[in-house]
């Protein structure tokens, strides 16, 4: 019997006999080190020609690919090398699912597929006059949203950022009823569900939840836009008015909030002096301490700041899709008209600009979807809409393609990335927000009551 010490740091080795045609060979292995380098390892101080197979000492192989303190090997456990074959035993489809390697981008896109068949399951048993059907809908959506909260199995992070998607499912199935004017109200409940679902996953959380935030702070914005007009007996132009406007302010702060950086991370306070340098003190001796940040700081920093933005890019994208039909759909008088298209074309042209300042490519390609829904429901508004003629749909369709190839010849030449045009971008984007800001008052019918009131 030998005794062999593989190369590995202290506190992290694993202690091992190994048992085998050539003798017993005891040897300290890392904790990382799998069965093919303890076998390696073996056949080398044992002179066994080829690499032997490694056993458990009840007869089962160890995986190649496993580290050895994964398989449950531990110290003073005995390993058995073997020359013949070996056949494995029959896996089930559970022990695949439970080795098989974690995938975020794939549990994301699941998440997102399974978010998008909830909303439409709420849709349809919401319509439907089956109560029964309303009322089992309700019951596994809420089940599925309370349970995706719960930080229990793999993929926690993704499940915690679809929950909320099902509590408001679950609110909308209960809750609608035919009928424009009660969809403040049920919009409104349906956010205040999502943010106490995202809540409770943030509270069960042991890391931070950054989706959950941003859940939390759209949830509860929908429900003051939409629950103030409806106790204040407001008309429902203001709520969905409130909701275009901050879509479009959202896309202006949310990179300031999300790298919103504590001081003492990046800069040493103590070390910070206030006297002034003199020539004359030369007794001064030694050098100021240079201060480091730790890179792995700086990745957590960046996929915090990414996963905030991404989340306030798609809040921005639904709440802008959702919200600019319903205020070309409610606004009826000659100037609310008016407003609310100044309103939604001010907005999405303000978000298509605010992209471009994004250098995340995910958030970008969000915000200019959340821009061109606005654009396309007012496109449709003016085309299709109620008393549109023929020659103001042309006037348009006109209007719209000439924009269209002015913006692919500029990006065809790069003309984005030049100092010129984003310079006249940054002035472009302050105007539309200003205009926008302008054209909510006029939208949500506060122009035209003042001038009721002083005529």
Known sequence: MSEVAMPGPTGTTIAVSVHGAAGVLDLVVPTGATSVDVAREYAKQAQVPGIPLLQTALGQRLNASVPLHEAGIQSGDVLVATAGVHLPRKQTLLDAAKNAPESPALASMIATIAAAIAVLAAWYAGRTGDDTVRTVATGILLACGLVGALPVGRHTRQRAAAAPAFAAAAAFAALYEPGVHLLPAILGACGISAAVVAGIGRALSEHGDEVGAVWIASGLTVFACCALPALLGWDDRVA?????????????????????????????????????????????????????????????????????????????????AVSSPLLLRTATIDLD???????????????????????????????????????????????????????????????????????????????????????????????????????????????????????
């Open 240 to 320: 969905w008015t409130l909701l275009v406007f901050l879509s479009m302010m959202a896309a202006r702060f949310a990179p300031s909030l999300a790298i919103d950086v504590p001081d003492e991370a990046l800069l040493d306070l103590d070390r910070l002096a206030v006297t002034a340098w003199s020539a004359r003190d030369s007794q001064r001796s030694g050098r100021r301490g240079r201060i480091v940040v730790a890179g792995d700081a700086m990745e957590r920093l960046v996929r915090r700041a990414s996963r905030i933005v991404t989340g306030a890019s798609v809040a921005v994208l639904v709440t802008m």
């Open 337 to 455: 008209v008016i407003g609310a298209r100044c309103l939604v074309f001010f907005a999405g042209c303000s978000l298509l600009l605010a992209a471009r300042s994004y250098r995340h490519a995910a958030a970008r390609v969000l915000l200019r979807l959340a821009g061109l829904s606005g654009l396309a429901a007012l496109a449709a508004h003016l085309v299709v809409g109620p008393g549109a003629p023929h020659l103001g749909s042309f006037f348009y369709a006109v209007v719209a393609l000439g924009a269209i190839a002015l913006a692919a010849a500029v990006a065809t030449g790069r003309g984005w990335r030049s100092v010129w045009w984003s310079r006249r971008a940054e002035v472009a984007e302050s105007f539309c927000g200003s205009f926008a800001f302008a054209s909510a008052v006029v939208a949500a019918g506060v122009f035209r009551r003042l001038w009721e009131m002083t005529s």
